[in-house]
């Protein structure tokens, strides 16, 4: 071989190693750019879910408040019913104790002109009986309107515990759960 062929040998293999550095260096420069490229991505997708949680926490929040408020709301309500349904009871009460002292008086009354008026002591006693028959009749039928009022009550309690209870199990949080 003719050294100039061997010295055109060698440029060229220099310049093809020249050409292969050259390509190196501009793809290692590419992936540093895509590093980058691919942190700054990363960092974008980071803070577009942050403000994304931040708004779904908030909404969620504002949820579980109105919730509570409304839960709140229900059970004051239910407070007021309370309050009523005992109002109710202790004014029944007093109208039925009246009428039993009423019942006591008037029976007092009877058995005294009963005892003016019959002078036997088998009339006397036979329309005793009579009175306190009739008596425990009307004492049954008392008896029976306030259980009648005390199963109105109980069903009304029931239908408020079944609400309450739906309520807790669509998810949204009692006043113990806070």
Known sequence: MKPQQMESGWIVAI???????????????????????????????????QVGFSGLRSEREKRVRETENRVREMEEKLEIRCREIEDLTIRETKMHGDAMGALRQKISDVELEAIKIFVRRDSFMEIIERMSSEIKAHRAEMIAALNARQAEFAARSDRLEIKLDKILEEGRPGPLQR
């Open 15 to 49: 310049v093809a190693v020249l050409g292969l550095v050259a390509q190196l260096i501009a793809g290692l420069w590419r992936l540093a750019n895509l590093k980058t490229e691919v942190f700054d991505a990363v960092a974008r997708l980071r803070e577009e879910l």
